[in-house]
């Protein structure tokens, strides 16, 4: 109770500020054409940031790797020549799964 009394008295003490409900306060607080400036804002806010990501992420974006999948079919022989060398497959296991590989 104290504690409520406390905040209520520290907050109301300098009054409202004409800011103090923009851009996410009650949207009816100043009437439709604030309502209308807020939704704006707001959705220039989110379309700035998909827009970044796009950018950004995109295909052929600065932060997106050329080709990420080009060096797959290097990774698989070198597990297939690993897996051979260690004993798990035979020679001729290794071929018909070279032979996949390379197809």
Known sequence: ML???FF???FTAH????????????TLLG?????????????LVLALIMYLLRYLFGPGGPMRENNPDADAP????????????VGEINPEEF?????????
């Open 3 to 5: 504690d409520e009394l």
């Open 8 to 10: 209520e008295l520290l």
């Open 15 to 26: 009054g409202p500020s004409e800011w103090s409900h923009w851009p996410f306060g009650p």
């Open 31 to 43: 009437g439709w054409l604030n309502m209308l400036t807020k939704f704006i804002f707001i959705g």
């Open 74 to 85: 290097d990774q698989a022989m070198e597990i297939l020549r690993r897996r051979l060398a």
């Open 95 to 103: 071929e018909r799964l070279r032979a996949m590989l390379e197809k």
